[in-house]
């Protein structure tokens, strides 16, 4: 299966396999570096998408409060 992985800057290989592992199963693994991303990475696997961008998690915090 394969994985987009977003970031703002190049990833290290040990995340690539922290993701490998978590879904238990082989990645094609293709990064993409986003200048738009200012902190965190978006991850997607199949129709999946993980978003633990910085600006998601202060949207996340100015609904809940």
Do not use: Y
């Not at 993409?32 to 910085?54: F, L, R, W």
């Amino acid at each position: 299966e394969s994985c987009l992985v977003g970031s703002e800057m190049c990833i290290r290989d040990r995340l690539v396999t922290a993701l490998t592992r978590a879904h238990g199963a082989d990645l094609d693994v293709k990064v993409q570096v986003d200048p738009s991303v200012v902190g965190g990475i978006v991850t997607q696997i199949g129709d999946t998408v993980m978003d633990g961008t910085v600006r998601t998690r202060l949207a996340q915090l100015r609904e809940n409060f």
